[in-house]
């Protein structure tokens, strides 16, 4: 039976976003498509998808592939909205930047082409990253400011500091960029999402990558692809998705949106579960190893439009390393 709220599409529902975006759309009402990569010798679990409260009623589940944009046709048709979260990465370089780039300009671009051909879609979320934001050769003191959505990484930059990941920064910079562009030329309503680091509890299989680093910064561990990050903004993840849905139902968004909760230390974190995780005391550095070692510390992003539009952030980040850390002690993580 289809529920009053009507049906929506998200791309890449297997990950550590999309899952949790269908949660909520299923708790909110709404009946939801959702797209899965998958080939002949390897099929994902999506059981943590189908076990989810009203699934059975109101969750589909499609395959689907950016490298062929036309795969996505099925999942959008008789949408009334598509969460485009889908995206490829490749953080060991197997793959060259402009590949990667393509097929996520080729693949987005296809799907708001989709989305057009429908005739019922009527706004489409694109789910960007603060690495389209973040990296600009600025310097110093215009990289401590906090960041608004005029603010966009620079591409040259980018490809000049060989930083790990960034060909996914290119390809996100230059994917929103494009997705922007056809909306203002197709009459189609697209706004796009910028969040910054995604912290907090999971669904999906997978330990999320942002997840492990934010608490490794807790533990003072150095784990591939990342950094050793000293500081950067952070969103909870169940706030980015309430996030995504209020955008979808906004009655007017324009442009690009920051998600970002607060600017968290590696410091803070540490102190957070030294305080309220014995077990984990011995693994916590003291506070002076993070003062001498040298780490990543990325620039806030300022969510003055997003609030000022009426969305309210319910988590800080105290509750950010709870849930993360609860979720990751009952998925035997930690």
Known sequence: MEESKGRVCVTGGTGFIGSWIIK?????????????????????????????????????????????????????????????????????????????????????????????????VRRVVYTSSASAVAYSNQDEEHNNQELDESAWSDVDFIRASKAPGSSYAISKTLTEKAVLKFGEENGLEVVTIVPTFVFGPFICPKLPGSVSASLSMAFGDVKPPFDFILETPMVHVDDLARAHIF????????????????????????????????????????????????????????SKKLIDAGFVYKYGVEEMVDDAI???KNKGYL
């Open 24 to 120: 909520k759309l299923l708790e909110d009402g709404y009946s939801v498509n959702t797209t899965v990569r998958t080939t002949p010798e390897h099929k994902k679990d999506v059981s943590f998808l189908t076990n989810l409260p009203g699934s059975s009623e109101r969750l589909r589940i499609l395959s689907a592939d950016l490298s062929e944009p036309s795969s996505f046709n099925a999942a959008i048709e008789g949408c009334v909205g598509v969460f485009h979260v889908a995206t490829p990465y490749d953080f060991e370089g197997k793959e060259s930047e402009e590949v990667l780039t393509q097929r996520s300009i080729d693949g987005a671009l296809g799907i708001l082409k989709a989305c057009l051909s429908s005739k019922t």
């Open 247 to 302: 955008l979808l139902e906004h009655p007017n968004p324009t442009g690009r949106y920051n998600c970002s909760r607060c600017l968290v230390t590696a410091e803070s974190i540490s102190q957070i579960v030294s305080a309220k995780y014995p077990e984990f005391r011995s693994r916590v550095p003291p506070l002076d190893w993070f003062k001498q070692i040298e780490g990543n510390k990325f620039p806030n992003l300022s």
């Open 326 to 328: 609860q979720c990751c």
